[in-house]
């Protein structure tokens, strides 16, 4: 293994590049490496074996199915999980949000936009998912160990405020669940109250086992379909409009006000925390990544189960966007109002205004009126469905952040309480101090913020995956190298339209416009850092010799190769500066 190591320090020199050091990994001991066929994968520290949280704690094993070695159901059941808890962030009150106004502004036009979202996201969460499968690293940890301790910061924190805000999106909706299932009596600062008790209860659930868990989650999937399913029922959309609006990539005789949607609902739909959660849950089953074969097939089902879980939410989406095109669009307040009073709903003054508008909580008494009660209801409860299960992964994501950027390891409860309590102490000021609409209102700005953070995750997941130190030869082809670089430039757009239809409803005022100066070039300087980066990291050298970046080059990290008793891995040095030369120093235990 020295004349290994020896020959890729030869081969690293040639090419004067930072790419950290290419390890071979087989089944076989070192001495039987020569002459063998090996896979080139970097693979988890030992320190991601003991995750604070119980979710690693029992990893789920891959059944052996001789009889079908293409494509086996059993196979595909035992990676069943994770693609769903990871639709779970696709169907945040946030998102829900996000369909409804589609739905009252456009009414089916921009359900091609939502599928085309749901899409790009699933080549997203892709990658996430392949990054964790082929080094048994998730994205925050591969971070740790690539960025300087500056930039990493940096990501770090840019990622808990994504995080916090999916939070707050997640407490706003289930106290607006709360308030109609109780008509009011439950005030909405109490249901935010709530939010913080049934937390800590529903993670209590992870104390049964890992399935268990998985099986709670889709049951509240379920629920949202059924109640969500139900409103499609009773509202009856047209469905060849429907479907034109799906398949047609057009938008006839559509504004500013519908163009500024179709860009939320991007934002809305591609969460930034998610590609970190989907990229640590794969690490929950046992795939032996010193098999190429193994590997792939972990790949190909991992795989086969996002698209399926995206699917069911996409048709949960579809079905809220479809209710309010059919049963909202094109409404007067009036009529509204009327029929709110003569089916006596208890929230009709919300519609004794001079302007229609719809959010969740006005979407959920818009259809106790048009359909009865009983929609209202059971619109709550979706919502309410929506918002538990989307606190729960919340909730996941942060401690894997937490624990791969800063390699800190807090207890669930310390760090549910630090997250909830972020969260909650402004909402509930407002819910106190304002009401409801100013609920909704803050709703609306915490999806343009998840829109500003999600270059922070689509960048460093297209770095990792297409270099080939880290990846081996499951890297990024080049077609899906320029097919999500392009994405990351589209997006980075959309953000920088968001910034300026903001910057136009701000006071008018040099402090303020000074203070969103300085933000936004602070902004664009960590964005042109994270390009530069993936730039250099992926052999574009002559960037190197750029003077305000030198100091911040990638990480050349060492590892040392040793055996254990289930075969060879690669351990990350404990206390490595954060520059140094790379090398391979073998051991043995």
Not at 267 to 291: E, F, Q, T
Not at 421 to 430: E, N, Y
Request: glycine share 6%; aromatic share 12%.
């Amino acid at each position: 293994m020295n004349e290994v190591a020896r020959e890729m320090e030869r081969r690293r020199n040639e090419e004067g590049d930072f790419r950290s050091s290419e390890v071979e990994r087989s089944e076989v001991r070192p001495s039987e490496v020569e002459g063998s066929e090996v896979l080139p994968i970097k693979p988890s520290s030992a320190s991601s074996t003991s995750i604070a949280s119980s979710y690693f704690n029992n990893k789920i094993t891959i059944p052996e199915d001789v009889e079908h070695p293409v494509f086996s159901f059993k196979k595909l059941w035992a990676f069943t999980g994770p693609g769903f808890l990871m639709s779970i962030a696709y169907l945040d009150p946030g998102n829900i949000e996000s369909d409804l106004r589609s739905g009252s502004v456009a009414q089916f036009k921009l359900l091609w936009i939502l599928m085309s979202a749901t899409f790009l996201g699933l080549l997203m969460q892709r990658l996430a998912a392949r990054l964790g499968v082929v080094t048994g690293m998730h994205l925050a940890e591969v971070c740790y160990r690539s960025y300087p301790r500056v930039p990493r910061f940096v990501l770090w924190f840019m990622v808990e405020i994504a995080i916090i805000g999916s939070d707050m999106q997640e407490v706003i909706g289930t106290a607006i669940a709360f308030y109609l299932l109780s008509d009011g009596k439950i005030p909405l600062y109490g249901g935010v109250l709530i939010t913080i008790a049934d937390t800590f209860t529903f993670l209590l659930l992870d104390k049964y086992g890992l399935r268990k868990l998985e099986a709670f989650f889709a049951f509240l999937i379920f629920i949202m379909a059924v109640t969500f399913g139900y409103e499609y029922v009773i509202v009856k959309p047209d469905q060849p409009s429907l479907l034109k609006g799906m398949f047609i990539p057009y938008c006839e005789d559509c504004g500013p006000e519908q163009v500024l949607q179709a860009v939320g609902i991007i934002g809305a739909i591609i969460m930034p925390h998610n590609i970190y959660l989907h990229s640590a849950l794969v690490k929950s089953r046992d795939v032996d990544r010193s098999r190429r074969d193994h590997v792939r097939e972990a790949n190909k089902y991992f795989f086969i189960e996002a698209a399926i879980a995206l699917f069911v939410s996409f048709l949960i989406n579809v079905f809220v966007t479809a209710v309010f095109a059919e049963g909202f669009y094109g409404k007067n307040v009036t009529e509204v109002y009327d029929n709110c009073l003569k089916v006596g709903n208890p929230h009709a003054s919300i519609f004794n205004t001079t302007k229609l508008e719809v959010d969740i909580f006005r979407g959920g008494v818009f259809l106790g009126c048009q359909f009865g009660l009983a929609a209202m209801y059971i619109w709550a409860v979706g919502i309410l469905a929506a918002g538990q299960s989307s606190t729960m992964t919340g909730t996941y994501t942060g401690q894997f952040v937490m624990e791969g950027f800063l390699n800190l390891k807090w207890k669930r409860w310390m760090r549910v309480l630090f997250t909830r309590s972020i969260a909650i102490l402004p909402t509930i000021f407002v819910a106190t101090f304002s009401g409801i609409q100013d609920l909704t209102v803050m709703n609306d700005m915490l999806n343009v913020l998840m829109s500003l953070q999600l270059p922070f995750a689509l960048i460093p997941i297209l770095t990792f995956t297409s270099s080939e130190n880290i990846m081996g030869e499951f890297k990024n082809g080049r077609f899906m190298s320029i097919f999500t670089g392009v994405l990351a430039i589209v997006v980075i757009g959309i953000n920088l339209f968001f910034i300026i239809e903001y910057i136009q409803g701000l006071p008018d005022h040099w402090a303020v416009y000074l203070v969103v100066a300085i933000l936004v070039l602070i902004y664009i300087i960590i964005l042109l850092y994270l390009i530069w980066f993936c730039l250099i990291t992926n052999g574009i050298q002559f960037l190197q010799r750029i003077p305000c970046f030198s100091c911040l080059k990638p990480i050349d990290t060492s590892y040392v190769l040793s055996e254990s008793v289930s075969g060879t891995r690669l351990d990350l040095q404990e206390d490595l500066p954060d520059f140094g030369s790379t090398s391979i120093t073998t051991v043995n235990d």
